[in-house]
C-alpha cells in the first residue's frame, strides 16, 4: 500500500496544561502569523484559521496579522526565523506536511527539523488532483491509462519542485501505475493559487492541490478527480470519490500547524499553548474548521516534536525511494 499516514494523538486538555507548572506569560505586541507563500492556497489558510479562530473566541486583545513570505515552499521563511528572527515570542509560521518533506529532502538548507520550536497544530487536509471541466480524464483510471501510454502527454502542475509534495502526489500515482515518475512533465509553481490559474489557462492538464483549497476555486469549473483520504470527507466533498475506491492505494495527509523561533521563551511558546488549547476546545472552531474542509487535528508539546520528527523520517525514506535523498 502506498500511504503517508498520520498516527492520531489525543489533544492535551487545558486542565493537563494548566496543571503542569508552566508560566504564563502575557500577550505578545502585535502576533503575526507569517504564510510562507504568495497569498491563497494552504499556508495562506493555516494562517487564516488562527487568526478568524483567536479573533472569533476573543482569544487576542489584539488582531493577529498574516504576512506573506514567499520563497522556496517555506524555506525562506524558516530559515529567516531560525537564524535571524529566532526569538519573538508573537511570530508564529504556518506550516504543513509539505514543509516537512521539504525537511526531509534537505530543501531549508543547513536547517533541520530541530530548528525551531513546533507549537501546534490544528487541523489535518488531504491531497488531491483536479482538472478542469472538459478534461478528457473523468477519473484517475483515466490518468493512469494515458500516463502508461506516454507519460510525457500530461502536463502536471502543483506546488513546489521536483520532489516536493506536489510533485510526490502524482508520482505516487504513477508508480502505482508502474511508470517512472522521472519521466513525468511537471511544472513547479511557488504556492498559493497559481498552479489553478494555470490549469485554467490551458497551460497545465492536471494539478495536485489538498481538499481545503478545493472550495476557493468552485468557480473555476474545476473538477476533482480524487482525494487522497482513506475514506470520503463529508459536506461539499462527499461526491468527490478517494484513491483508494478507484483502486490505488495511495493516501497523502497534510497536518497544519505553527511553529516559532527556537530561542522564544519557555513561557511565551506556554502562552501560546494554552490559547491553542482553548481554541481546540471550541465546537464553534470545530465547526468553522469542518466549513473550510479541514478535519480537526490538535496536537501540541512533546507529542508533536514527535510526530514532527516521525514524519520526517517517514518522508525521508520516501525520498530514499524515489531517489530524491541518499
Not at 497523502?252 to 523561533?261: A, E, S
Not at 470545530?286 to 473550510?292: E, K, N, S, V
Request: proline share 5%; charged share 25%; glycine share 12%.
Amino acid at each position: 500500500m502506498i500511504t503517508c499516514s498520520l498516527r492520531r494523538i489525543l489533544p492535551l486538555s487545558l486542565a493537563v496544561l494548566l496543571a503542569s507548572g508552566s508560566v504564563l506569560a502575557g500577550e505578545p505586541s502585535r502576533p503575526e502569523c507569517i504564510a510562507p507563500s504568495k497569498p491563497g492556497g494552504g499556508f495562506d489558510l493555516t494562517c487564516k484559521l488562527a487568526q478568524a479562530g483567536f479573533k472569533d473566541e476573543g482569544l487576542l486583545k489584539s488582531p493577529m496579522r498574516v504576512t506573506y513570505m514567499p520563497g522556496g515552499i517555506g524555506a525562506v521563511a524558516y530559515n529567516s526565523i531560525a537564524a535571524n528572527r529566532r526569538a519573538e515570542p508573537g511570530t508564529l509560521v504556518a506550516f504543513s506536511g509539505a514543509s516537512l518533506l521539504n525537511l526531509a529532502l534537505g530543501k531549508y538548507g543547513r536547517f533541520d527539523e530541530t530548528a525551531v520550536k513546533w507549537l501546534a497544530t490544528v487541523g489535518n487536509d488531504y491531497g488531491t488532483l483536479a482538472v478542469r471541466d472538459d478534461s478528457p480524464y473523468k477519473n484517475l483510471d483515466d490518468v493512469v491509462q494515458a500516463l502508461k501510454k506516454d507519460p510525457k502527454s500530461i502536463v502536471v502542475g502543483g506546488g513546489g519542485s521536483v520532489g516536493g509534495q506536489g510533485w510526490v502526489k502524482i508520482a505516487l500515482l504513477a508508480r502505482a501505475a508502474g511508470v517512472d515518475p522521472r519521466e513525468l512533465r511537471y511544472a513547479a509553481f511557488e504556492g498559493g493559487a497559481e498552479h489553478y490559474m494555470a490549469l485554467m489557462g490551458g497551460h497545465v492538464d492536471l494539478v495536485t492541490g489538498s481538499a481545503s483549497e478545493i472550495r476557493a476555486q468552485q468557480g473555476n469549473k474545476i473538477r476533482t478527480l480524487a482525494i487522497f483520504s482513506e475514506e470520503r470527507l463529508g459536506g461539499d466533498l462527499a461526491s468527490i470519490p478517494t484513491a483508494r475506491e478507484q483502486g490505488y492505494e495511495i493516501q497523502w495527509p497534510l497536518i497544519r500547524g505553527y511553529f516559532l523561533g527556537p530561542d522564544v521563551k519557555e513561557e511565551d511558546v506556554a502562552w501560546w499553548q494554552e490559547r491553542f488549547a482553548k481554541l481546540a476546545a471550541s465546537n464553534d472552531f470545530q465547526a468553522y474548521l469542518a466549513d473550510r474542509d479541514v478535519l480537526p487535528y490538535y496536537v501540541t508539546g512533546p507529542e508533536l516534536d514527535a510526530l514532527v520528527k516521525s514524519q520526517v523520517a517517514e518522508y525521508r525514506k520516501l525520498g530514499r525511494e524515489f531517489g530524491l535523498v541518499e
